[in-house]
């Protein structure tokens, strides 16, 4: 493998680095600096890696997946590479002995907070696996200046703080200004026709243009050698001088360019399953997919002169339909500029593009107004439409004269250009996240699609990395572990299934609650000196962390914990186990019920965590700024996983199976990855509850649900209800909830009163919460439940995903790095 460690070499090179960057020595370093110093050695391994993977590739010409997304939620690099160099254990002796604490350190990084939820978290396990798996592939995105914002909690409320990530320097990324390329928009597309060729040549003129200056980042496998690339783009002004001749002088021009450049990559759209339609995020869409085609038709044709073949050597996934431009884009490129036909250019495009479909939230479907779509982009308009006009009539062909059809399939329609419609089009893949919400997908949102190319339907359910959510994230778990069943788990997850013989076995399961144990004492330490709570961690730490929204309705979960607290206050004796409710979750900046619900559940938490008279039976907790580096700690401490999002809208999901990694069952619905983690764990160890997606699908389509039947009816869900407006839980204000109870209850606005179906799911969710508590009473049952859940868990790591991938979609070979 990779050179041996040596320590003295180590903590010289440490030190020198205090030295060259800093100017000091390392008793006078802080720990920030200790941190950089420490990366920029750690980088050096790495980039002996990186070279020697590059030079594999160099020798092989493999095929490369380019994996597109506007997202990569990293997290901490320095970790986890340490993890994936397997220099983990040796860098924190290393420190110790110079008198730092790894952990601490680590703690000095931000996270590199590309991206908001799951989306995007996905994509960076993804390429974790890639590389560990040993295929070639480059990650391609945006170097956002600000990534998703910080969360402040004020008074109750979520403040939001720019991140700016970036301040301190970024120790393991790398500028390739070498590889720049030019991006443009606007202007206007000019027809020149061709005597020779007999064909007609657009020239865009007129328009504006940005410098994309590549920044790359070092993708660590698991010690294997391997390097891969997460290449994301940052924009610059093309500087005056460089402008035509034409525009030379042209100073407004060279303004307008200027402040194109710095707006286009300054900040991530902080929206989650939400579309918002604004202009700069359509530009945030070309300029990473144009940079990024380009760069990959330049790194074919260095080895290879006929572009018909590229599809040979290139493969785009599509992450959701936010870089769909890619397919607009490289018929572009191979038509206006490599020459192609346009017959040839579409077999090209149409052997490079597949797409993954993400959700089925139709706030979420990206349709952009003709109007600002071919005033940004002229020349990839006209393309687009070209495609549509070929596709209308393919549809036409297949279904004469069902002008339905078409109105329903039309990638242009009702003068809006249809981001989904592009890539299924396109796409000689379309693939869902999880198998409930693949068959949603064939039988329900893109049934005329699938009825029309079925071939190119298919399922991959999510994952996760097992490398950051258990050997990194829960490094006791991971050493019980690996004592028990050996380290083969760490690259094949299937194996900690061995673990299930010890289910019964008093002594493991002791250990392993233990562990779990000592986990709820370091998360209790974080939210006593984040949150400034007190939380026991002998009661049960029942968990819901993930964005905030509607859909996924934390607000079911508060209004049981105020259902629940009444039963405590109305019932002092009554035998309770005591239970921590712990929440996490940002809401996007511009969601007002979202941000109204953190309002209410810290206003729930104020009242119960100072109501002396329970006696600490009931906490709450609202844990500030939700991110990948403190889910760490939270996944490994959490008894019980909340995946209760109304069925059949949670696509697949991907914290579920963090939890389950980590030993904590999960309470949920039968929607997105449940369905399928419950298949693997047993129903006896998950606590299911609620409507099923097919009922939940009935009414909608169907009608005949009336939640004010409910609230009429059922006498707990009514008095909670009138909680939210009688000042319980804002007593000098106590309008405030309205909004929320109107959503339960009124019609007043269009839509349908209780869209989530959260009191339909009432009372079964308390039934199912009623079972949790009398399964964690029996401290056996509990242990023996809990390390099924880890052993079972197998299939759920990102590196099954992505070999299903390479099998059935991209066709990679596996690399391997020679010593
Ligand atoms: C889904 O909501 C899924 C992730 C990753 C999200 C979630 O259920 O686990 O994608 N969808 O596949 C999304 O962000 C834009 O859509």
Known sequence: MSKKFNKKEFINDVKANVRALYRRNLDEATQQQIFQAVSYTVKDTIIDNWLATQEQYEKDDPKYVYYMSMEFLMGRALGNNLINLTEYEDVKEALAEIGFDLNVIEDQEPDAALGNGGLGRLAACFLDSLATLGYPAYGCGIRYRYGMFKQKIEDGYQVEVPDNWLKDGNPFELRRPEYAKEVKFGGYVRVVYDEKTGRNHFVQEGYQV????????????????????????????????QLDSFDKGDYRKAVEQENLARNIVEVLYPND???????????????????????????????????????????????????????????????????????????????????????IMAEALEKWPIELFSRLLPRIYQIIEEINRRFVAEIEARYPGNFEKVRKMAIIFDGQVKMAHLAIAAGYSVNGVAELHTEILKKQELKDFYEMMPEKFNNKTNGITQRRFLLHGNPLLAAWVTDHIGDEWITDLPQIAKLKVYADDRKAQQEFMNIKYQNKVRLAKYIREHNGIEVDPRSIFDVQVKRLHEYKRQLLNILHVMYLYNQIKDHPEMDFYPRTFIFGAKAAAGYRRAKLTIKLINSVADVINNDA???????????????????????????????????????????????MLNGAPTLGTMDGANVEIVKEVGEENAFIFGLSADEVINYENNGGYYPENIFNSDQDIRRVLMQLINGTYAPNDPEMFRDIYDSLLNTKSSDRADTYFILADFKSYAEAQRRVEEAYRDEARWAKMAMLNTACSGKFTSDRTIQQYVDEIWHLDKEVIEA
């Open 210 to 241: 940005v410098r994309a200056v590549p920044y790359d980042f070092p993708i660590v496998g698991y010690n294997n050698r391997v390097v891969n690339t997460l290449r994301v783009w940052d924009a610059e002004a093309v500087s005056e001088f």
């Open 273 to 359: 399953n939400h579309y918002a339609g604004k202009e700069l995020r359509l530009k945030q869409q070309y300029f990473f997919i144009s940079a990024s085609v380009q760069a990959a038709v330049s790194k074919y044709k260095k080895k290879h002169s006929d572009i018909r073949k590229f599809y040979e050597k290139a493969t785009f996934q599509l992450n959701d339909t936010h870089p769909t431009v890619a397919v607009a884009e490289l018929m572009r490129i191979l038509i206006d500029e490599e020459g192609l036909t346009w017959e040839e250019a579409w077999d090209v495009t149409t052997k490079t593009c597949a797409y993954t479909n993400h959700t």
């Open 613 to 659: 008279s329970i006696k600490n039976k009931l906490k709450v907790v609202f844990i500030e700024d939700y991110r990948v580096s403190n889910a760490e700690l939270i996944f490994a401490a959490a008894d019980v996983s909340e995946q209760i999002s109304t069925a059949s809208k949670e696509a697949s999901g991907t914290g579920n199976m963090k939890f």
